[in-house]
């Protein structure tokens, strides 16, 4: 599938930023609450000036009206909301949780970010990205993407009774949960060609991506490379819960468990 150079975002950080963390693909859910309850630790911790979460934050995202019931997602609303009184927040949408909108991005006192954007940040600049639309071998999955990333569509499925999604939205996992279990199953990577074409034309030398749950730098020639976040797992073996510490010295893996 073809590369669509789309357009480049920028957030120019302020000086009084000293760290930044960039964290993705923690899939939270009501069902895994150590992961959850290590998400909590972190926020509380931290001694970052600002939080990018670039994607995936939550497993399954099904409207924003899910948060004004009480449950789950109003409680990572509140958790949300209490970190971002300590700094800013920025949230760019994942594969999982694209139907996230502006109603509960204002609930949780969190920015919204365009996939890609560029942060300009201790006299870098760093392309920011989930990654997905780069995995141009996943051509099933693209054009899946395109379809769900349309206000038509979007519009049409958050017409729907609440209920209604959530049921829709369990289909969706068990149909990926089957998929992965497929014998042979590869999954695509993020295309090395179109990730420099990017940078390229970002005017950045660095990508800073998730969603292949495949944490590694890779160099991609040309002064150009790309550093793939973790996905989160505290229940897995080994445990996993990492950050991407961003200074004047550079990036730096920090692992919380």
């Keep these: 599938m073809s590369l669509q150079t789309p357009a480049f975002q920028e957030l120019v950080a302020p000086a009084s930023w000293h ?3 960039l964290i ?3 899939h ?3 069902d895994r609450p150590a992961t959850v309850e290590a998400f909590r630790g972190y926020l509380q911790t931290t001694p970052a000036d600002a939080l990018f979460i670039l994607g995936d934050l939550f497993e399954v995202w099904v409207g924003d009206d899910a948060a004004a019931l009480p449950g789950f997602e109003a409680q990572c609303a509140a958790l949300l909301r209490d970190a971002s009184a300590r700094r800013p927040l920025y949230f760019m949408h994942g594969n999982r949780d694209f139907l ?4 509960f991005a204002a609930r949780a006192h969190m920015g919204l970010l365009e996939d890609p954007t560029v942060l300009v940040f201790q006299g870098q600049r760093w392309l920011l990205s989930h ?3 780069l995995c141009l071998e996943d051509t099933e999955y693209l054009r899946f993407r395109e379809q769900v990333r349309s206000p038509a569509w979007q519009q049409a499925v958050l017409a729907q009774p ?3 999604r959530r049921a829709l939205a369990r289909s969706v996992r068990s149909q990926s949960e089957a998929r992965q279990r497929e ?3 590869v999954w695509a990577d993020v295309d090395g060609p179109a990730a420099s074409e990017w940078l390229t034309r970002a005017g950045a030398p660095t990508l800073i991506h998730g969603h292949t749950h495949r944490p590694a730098e890779h160099d991609l020639g040309h002064g ?7 996905d989160w797992d505290v229940d897995a073996h080994p445990p996993r819960a990492q950050v991407l510490c961003l200074s004047a010295a550079g990036a730096r893996r920090v692992d919380l468990r």
């Excluded at 150009?224 to 973790?230: A, G, K, Q």
Aim: charged residues 25%; aromatic residues 0%.
């Design 19 to 21: 760290t930044v963390d």
């Design 24 to 26: 993705s693909d923690l």
């Design 28 to 30: 939270l859910q009501a």
């Design 100 to 103: 996230l909108g502006q109603d």
């Design 131 to 133: 990654g997905d639309a």
């Design 162 to 164: 609440l209920e209604q």
């Design 183 to 185: 014998p042979g199953m």
């Design 224 to 230: 150009l490379r790309r550093i793939v976040l973790s």
